[in-house]
């Protein structure tokens, strides 16, 4: 891998990094309230899901996928997926990133996530669906119950979910049998469930399916808006690393997968819009 940055803090785009196309949900509202930036999104489509694989599996391609990013110059990555920040993400910052450069930063999305919505719940009864990497680290739970312990989560882990967008079948009749069945199964857990959590970027895209069996009083969390703005709020707060971010308001595709592939499956994520990926090997 080429190195020449990792160590050294330039003027850079964001990093974006999800295990899949499931980011792009998160790229897209950034890009929208945050449109000055340079942004580099990085999916690592070859070694996806993640969702299902064990800690040290997700650490390893995480940790290197980050270690891309920061090699092409970027100052901040986000880590735009719950699976790699549930596993990933704590041990990057204690570890990995003080022997890179300390003066970097790389942030996750479950702690924006379990903010918004401490603030929204009325019942203190949350629902979330998520990989299974994600249920099992029980990251919100956790990161919960630090912001207000009296807030009680049911968790659902939905394995089909990731496979049923990555290929395009979000949209069809056979993705209602396996959403009902996820959704029934949490209220079954809990009825007093007021907000449910979208734990997998990916998930925004069977969001239709999702309202459509959940009932009307209960609020979807889903992340993109809030993951942007809590970067706004972020660099608004630390204005010595917003300094060295590029403004030119352009973004760059990488990918580990093929371009092709990447290219069709990444304009339904971003709603059409023509994009033009690279092929990378990490
Ligand atoms: N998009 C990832 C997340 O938010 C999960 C996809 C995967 O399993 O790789 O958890």
């Not at 299974?132 to 919960?144: C, D, F, K």
């Not at 979208?198 to 808006?225: A, M, N």
Request: charged share 20%.
């Amino acid at each position: 891998m080429q190195s020449n940055l990792l160590h050294t803090l330039v003027s850079g785009p964001i990093g974006v990094f999800d295990s899949g196309f499931g980011g792009l949900t998160i790229l897209r509202e950034m890009r929208k309230i945050l449109p000055q930036y340079d942004y580099m999104f990085l999916g690592d489509n070859a070694r996806a899901p993640y969702g299902s694989h064990s800690f040290d599996v997700v650490y390893d391609y995480t940790r290197q996928c980050v270690e891309y990013l920061f090699s092409k110059g970027c100052p901040l990555v986000i880590l735009a997926c719950n699976t790699a920040s549930a596993k990933a993400l704590r041990t990057i910052q204690m570890n990995d990133l003080p022997e890179w450069n300390k003066d970097k930063r790389v942030l996750g999305i479950i702690r924006p996530t379990a903010e918004h919505v401490s603030e929204y719940t009325r019942t203190g009864h949350v629902g979330l669906f998520a990989t299974t990497g994600t249920v099992t680290s029980q990251s919100y739970p956790i990161e919960l119950s630090k912001i207000n312990q009296s807030i009680e989560v049911a968790s659902v882990a939905c394995p089909m979910w990731v496979p049923l967008v990555e290929n395009g079948e979000y949209d069809n009749e056979g993705a209602d049998y396996f959403v009902r069945k996820k959704v029934e199964e949490l209220l079954s857990m809990d009825s007093r469930i007021d907000s449910v959590i979208l734990g997998c970027t990916h998930y925004p895209l069977l969001l239709d399916k999702i309202k459509k069996y959940l009932p009307k009083s209960v609020q979807i969390i889903s992340q993109g808006e809030i993951v942007a703005q809590s970067l706004k709020d972020y660099l608004e707060r630390h204005t010595d690393l917003e300094a060295f971010l590029t403004r030119n308001g352009g973004c760059e595709f990488l990918t580990t997968e093929s371009e092709e592939k990447f290219k069709h499956a990444a304009q339904v994520f971003l709603s059409n819009s023509e994009i033009s990926a690279k092929k990378v090997v990490i």
